[in-house]
C-alpha cells in the first residue's frame, strides 16, 4: 500500500519509532492529517474529503473578529463533538456550504443572526439545497449555543415542507442491456459500471474500491458519507468483469494519468459513458444504486437484506424497493391464479 503514489500527499516517518503517517498538503488549502496507510479504507476516505475541501481563505483566522460569524464557523471545525463527529463525506459538503455562507456574511455577529435571517434566506433555495443547506447551518447553531455564542438557535422551529418526488431515476434493465451493449468485458467503463451495480455503493466509495479491498471473495467499504463499514460478497459476474480488466494499480479506477478520480470528475466520465450507450441524461451512477437495490428486491430480499449491502441507515427507502417488488409478485400471482396457471417464483439478483 505504501507504493501508492496519491497526488498532494506527503509522507514522514517517526525518528524514534519509525512509524509512517502521512499528510495532505496542497498550495492554498488546509493541511489535513491522514490516517492509517495509503489504500486503506480510512486513508481514502479522508482524502477524498481532503481534495473536496474548498481553498484556504489566507488570513482568515486573523481577520475574523471574536463573535463573528467567521470566527464561529473556525471554531466549529475544530469542535471533535460537532464538525469532527461528522463523517468524511458530510464533512467536505459542510464545509463546502459554510465557506460559502462564511464568505457572504462572515463578518456579522453570530449572536445577532435572527430567525427571519435564516427563513429567508431558505425561502430564495430549491428544495433539495435549502435542506442541506438548513441542516448546516443548524449544526453551526447548536454548536455556538453550546460554547455560549450564541442564546438560543434560530433554526429550531423552522422546518421545510417536505418535497413529493420520485427523486433520483433508477436504472431500468433495457438502460442497463443499452450500456452493456455498448461497454465490452476488459474496459474501464464496464468495470465502472459492474462496481456500481454489484455493490450498491455511492460514487464516493466506488472510485475508492480496489484490489486489496477484496479478501476471499468478501469487499470491504467503508462508506464515505457514513463511515459505515460493509463486508460484501463479490458477485460472480463482478468479479468476471475484474478479473478480464487490466490494471497496473490496486485502485480499480483511475484517470489516464493514474490518479485517483474525485467524485465529480468520475460523475462526468460516467456521464460520457453514458452518452456512449445513448442513454437518456436522467442516467447517473446514483441511479445504478437505485436499480441494484431494486434488482435485491425483486430477488426476494427483505429491507434489512437490501440496508445489508447498501448500507443504507433508515430502512424507509429501501422498503418501497421491497413493497413495489411485492406488490408486483402478487399481482403476477393473481393473475397467473385466474388463468389457471402456477405462481410466478421470486426473481433473481442477475
Known amino acids: ?74 471554531a466549529y471545525y475544530q469542535s471533535p463533538l460537532y464538525f469532527g463527529s461528522l463523517a468524511p463525506g458530510t464533512q467536505a459538503m459542510r464545509r463546502a456550504i459554510l465557506e460559502r455562507f462564511r464568505v457572504e456574511h462572515g463578518d456579522k455577529p453570530i449572536a445577532m443572526l435572527p430567525q427571519k435571517f435564516i427563513a429567508l434566506t431558505l425561502a430564495r433555495m430549491r428544495p433539495f439545497a435549502a435542506r442541506n443547506w438548513l441542516k448546516a447551518i443548524r449544526h453551526l447553531m447548536q454548536f455556538a449555543v453550546s460554547v455560549s455564542l450564541r442564546k438560543d438557535d434560530p433554526t429550531q422551529s423552522i422546518k421545510l415542507p417536505s418535497v413529493k418526488t420520485d427523486g433520483i431515476y433508477t436504472w431500468t434493465e433495457q438502460d442497463i442491456e443499452a450500456y452493456e451493449g455498448a461497454h465490452a468485458i476488459g474496459t474501464k467503463a464496464r468495470l465502472a459500471f459492474a462496481l456500481l451495480l454489484y455493490t450498491a455503493q455511492r460514487r464516493s466509495d466506488v472510485i475508492r474500491m480496489g484490489r486489496q479491498h477484496i479478501r476471499d471473495s468478501i469487499l470491504q467499504v467503508r462508506q464515505a458519507k457514513t463511515g459505515t463499514t460493509l463486508d460484501i460478497p463479490v458477485h460472480p459476474k463482478l468479479q468476471e468483469i475484474i478479473d478480464a480488466t487490466p490494471g497496473e494499480h490496486l485502485m480499480f479506477l483511475t484517470t489516464k494519468t493514474g490518479k485517483s478520480y474525485s467524485a465529480n470528475d468520475f460523475s462526468d466520465q460516467f456521464r460520457v459513458w453514458c452518452d456512449d450507450a445513448e442513454l437518456p441524461k436522467d442516467c447517473s451512477a446514483h441511479g445504478l444504486r437505485k436499480a441494484a ?58
Open 1 to 74: 500500500m505504501s507504493k501508492i503514489r496519491l497526488p498532494y500527499v506527503q509522507a514522514f516517518r517517526d525518528k524514534k519509532t519509525g512509524h509512517p503517517y502521512h499528510y495532505f498538503r496542497r498550495p492554498g488549502f488546509d493541511r489535513v492529517p491522514l490516517p492509517g496507510l495509503p489504500g486503506s479504507a480510512e486513508f481514502m476516505a479522508a482524502y477524498q474529503a481532503a481534495l473536496a475541501q474548498p481553498a484556504a481563505e489566507i488570513g482568515a483566522a486573523k481577520r475574523s473578529r471574536a463573535g463573528s460569524v467567521s470566527a464561529a464557523i473556525m
Open 293 to 350: 437495490c431494486r434488482r435485491l428486491a425483486e430477488a426476494g430480499c427483505s429491507a434489512n437484506e437490501i440496508a445489508a449491502i447498501s448500507g443504507h441507515a433508515s430502512l424507509s427507502e429501501v422498503q418501497r424497493y421491497t413493497k413495489a417488488a411485492e406488490q408486483l409478485r402478487m399481482a403476477q400471482n393473481a393473475m397467473a391464479r385466474l388463468k389457471g396457471r402456477a405462481p410466478k417464483t421470486k426473481g433473481s439478483l442477475d
